[in-house]
């Protein structure tokens, strides 16, 4: 007790403290003034510009940020607003979900609904009213053959083509840069025991769905099968009492169907090498023959003048009437709808519900002759742009003739022409629709009936341009002031 009366000894600190602060208040003093300018012009260089810091380094601004939100935050604030900020984040996340997942839904449902369409054989895409004409300098001239080129086909993918001709030769050809990939020779007459390959006229060529195999026919009633990849010969199918002139692959399967001068129709198991049943009805030589994914197929029938539909399932067949002259070449536009060439100069679009055709052109390429004997252009090849409204007719006129088909196949419009000079034996559309291939000679591909020398034997390769309607309407918006 007694000692907390009691002073420490030492220095008196109490007066040293006063006599500092009256010395700092002295130097104080003399210093206010220039503290307080100091003070306005920090205050006016803040107004002024952001970039001017009168406060220490960034940590220690960093530190005292963080002191003020703890103070200014509760921490049940601080919970409230991460919460909200969850919450609004999963809302967008579910949103965007939202929205992708119906995107899917409709591509999905437009799908299937295309494919139930075109298994229906009603499937039928407006193409023809964006094609332009192309340009004849982009048009390509591949030249490999020695004789006219009879036949044709494209791969699925669009990236080959493989032609057949008169020589007996079978070449694979890429698109891309139009060079030869491979070349199977033509042998002569006689050679066909030693001979890999053709030894007569191939008249027609088909390629699987899948671009697995590849079959050809020819005047010496053989059907070939190769590998499609490598060209190498696989199998040989005889048992045709007549030149084999149609061939086609059932669509998704490995089934083949082939047509021949004798009347008949084979059906070929090809992963089996196997032969599977014979067809018959046509009263003369079938001249063309094609199929889709149904088990079925449809041939023309020369000059017994009808189409024929062929059930392979139930054993029957639906025959149609129509043309006035012999009918050359036949193509599906889908399951329900095909079109047909004759030597009258028609093209014909035909439904297989009526036994009559839908829409008949006549003179489809015009006439030739002299004045009172003239003659219509025999159509030698059509062709049809799968599951689309948009078809395409070749004779010997110098022109390739594109159709579009009306609405529901009711009527035939000319499009436009596309020169190419010789008897167009051939045509095929790429599955993409992007281009047309024309094979050509200088002679009909069943005969020697006229010769045009200034043709050249080879494949005129067509790009088939569209317009961008949607884009148009943009540009047009835009000059309006829309």
């Known amino acids: 007790m007694s000692s907390f009366f009691i002073k420490k000894k030492g220095p008196p600190k109490v007066f040293k403290k006063s006599e500092n602060s009256a010395g700092s208040k002295r130097k104080n003093d003399g210093d206010t003034g220039n503290k307080l300018k100091k003070k306005l012009n920090s205050k006016h260089n803040e107004e002024i510009s952001s970039d001017s810091e009168t406060e220490g380094p960034a940590v220690h601004r960093k530190r005292r940020a963080n002191v003020e939100e703890e103070f200014d935050e509760t921490p049940q604030e ?8 969850y919450l609004d984040q999963l809302r967008d996340e579910e949103e965007k979900k939202a929205e992708e997942e119906s995107f899917e839904t409709d ?6 609904q295309e494919e139930v369409l075109e298994q229906k054989g009603k499937l039928q895409r407006m193409v023809a009213k964006d094609l332009l004409p192309p340009d004849t300098s982009e048009i390509r001239l591949l030249r490999g053959h020695k004789l006219p080129v009879t036949c044709l086909v494209i791969s699925p993918d669009d990236k080959h083509i493989f032609s057949a001709a008169k020589d007996c030769s079978i070449i694979k050809w890429d698109v891309e840069n139009g060079k030869r990939l491979h070349t199977i020779a033509g042998g002569r007459k006689g050679t066909e025991d030693r001979h890999v390959g053709h030894t007569a006229h191939v008249l027609c060529i088909s390629i699987s769905s899948d671009g697995k195999y590849l079959a050809t026919g020819d005047m010496n009633k053989l059907i070939m099968i190769w590998e499609a990849t490598t060209c190498k010969h696989l199998y040989k199918f005889t048992g045709h009492r007549g030149p084999v002139s149609g061939l086609s692959f059932r669509r998704g399967t490995h089934d083949l169907y082939s047509a021949s001068h004798d009347r008949s129709i084979k059906v070929w198991n090809v992963d089996e090498n196997a032969y599977v ?3 018959f009805g046509h009263q003369d030589v079938i001249t063309g023959l094609d199929s889709g994914s149904r088990e079925r197929c449809v041939t023309a029938g020369g000059r017994d003048r009808t189409v024929r539909v062929w059930k392979i399932a139930e054993e029957s067949q639906l025959v149609f009437h129509g043309h006035e002259g012999s009918i050359d070449c036949i193509q599906l536009i889908n399951e329900e709808h095909m079109i047909t060439g004759a030597d009258d100069g028609s093209v014909s679009l035909w439904s297989v519900n009526k036994k009559k055709p839908l829409s008949t052109v006549k003179a489809a390429h015009g006439r030739h002759g002299d004045s009172g004997l003239e003659q219509p252009y025999w159509v030698a090849a059509v062709a049809a742009l799968q599951n689309s409204d948009t078809v395409a007719s070749g004779s010997h006129n110098s022109k390739v003739q594109l159709w579009k088909c009306g609405q529901g196949f009711r009527h035939l419009e000319p499009l436009f022409s596309i020169p190419v000079i010789g008897f167009v034996n ?4 790429s599955s993409s629709g992007k281009f047309l291939v024309a094979g050509v000679g200088q002679e ?3 005969g ?7 043709a050249k034997n080879g494949l005129y390769i067509i790009p088939l341009k569209r317009q961008q309607p949607e884009q148009e309407e943009v540009q047009n918006g835009e000059e309006n002031g829309v």
Do not use: D, Q, V
């Open 78 to 85: 601080k919970k409230l607003r991460l919460a909200k900020l």
């Open 448 to 454: 020697r009936w006229w010769r045009l020398k200034e």
């Open 444 to 446: 009909h591909r069943l």
């Open 107 to 112: 591509l999905i449902a437009g799908r299937l």
């Open 426 to 429: 051939s045509l095929k559309f």
């Open 277 to 279: 049943e014979t067809l």
